[in-house]
């Protein structure tokens, strides 16, 4: 899709080795919902401290398609968050999400992100971090990047762990009306740079950079 005159970051692009990373049109949105749709994790799992994934397929579906269209309608500067469908040889196969208040007092990013069943263990969700957090670092100049999963979600944790986080302490958060406790990630830029991956390229940045705040 061609960026559009008000909403430029249509343009954007992260591209890897073997991914393409961009803000969604409504074709590709449908996919992604799809995707969704057809599961994320194991019925018996849950990574998410909202268990968005809990209704049945059409609801999972319509909660994506929802909530990717609410990012840009609720998108500040000072408050932004930035979902990203991941393309495998041209098939959406996940979101990717990098996400940040106040980033230009804090220079500080989270991220976020799910991987349909049928893509999972290929090293898809490795390479689509690392180009959220080269767009972060290179692109914007963030200076840290966090992130957290559960204690018992060992993918989500050797994810970062491969891309240099270190832990930052524990929390606790409520599930379903359960206690559950999450290992709470932190990346600096200098570990970043040591661990940063190569071949990763963003284009169409300088055209929506202002939104970003940075």
């Known amino acids: 899709m061609k960026p559009t005159r008000h909403w430029p970051l249509y343009g954007l692009r992260i591209r890897t080795p073997r991914l393409e990373l961009r803000v969604p049109d409504l074709e590709l949105l449908d996919e992604l919902a799809s995707v969704a749709a057809d599961g994320v994790h194991a019925p018996d799992a849950m990574p998410f401290t909202v268990p968005w994934t809990d209704g049945p397929p059409a609801e999972r579906g319509r909660a994506v398609f929802q909530h990717v269209l609410g990012t840009v309608a609720h998108w500040q500067a000072t408050d932004w968050s930035?979902?990203?469908?991941?393309?495998?040889?041209?098939?959406?196969?996940?979101?990717?999400?990098?996400?940040?208040?106040?980033?230009?007092?804090?220079?500080?990013?989270?991220?976020?992100?799910?991987?349909?069943?049928?893509?999972?263990?290929?090293?898809?969700?490795?390479?689509?971090?690392?180009?959220?957090?080269?767009?972060?670092?290179?692109?914007?100049?963030?200076?840290?990047?966090?992130?957290?999963?559960?204690?018992?979600?060992?993918?989500?944790?050797?994810?970062?762990?491969?891309?240099?986080?270190?832990?930052?302490?524990?929390t606790v958060a409520a599930l379903r009306g359960e206690r559950v406790t999450l290992q709470r990630?932190?990346?600096?830029?200098?570990?970043?740079?040591?661990?940063?991956?190569?071949?990763?390229?963003?284009?169409?940045?300088?055209?929506?950079?202002?939104?970003?705040?940075?």
């Open 185 to 214: 990630l932190r990346l600096e830029r200098d570990r970043w740079e040591k661990h940063r991956t190569s071949g990763i390229t963003v284009e169409g940045l300088d055209s929506c950079r202002e939104m970003f705040g940075a």
């Open 82 to 170: 930035l979902s990203l469908a991941v393309l495998h040889e041209g098939r959406v196969t996940g979101r990717q999400d990098l996400m940040a208040r106040n980033f230009a007092v804090t220079g500080e990013v989270s991220t976020g992100s799910w991987l349909g069943l049928a893509h999972q263990g290929r090293g898809i969700g490795t390479e689509m971090r690392a180009a959220a957090l080269q767009l972060a670092f290179a692109g914007l100049g963030a200076g840290a990047a966090v992130s957290s999963a559960m204690t018992d979600n060992p993918r989500s944790l050797g994810v970062s762990r491969r891309l240099g986080y270190l832990p930052d302490g524990l």
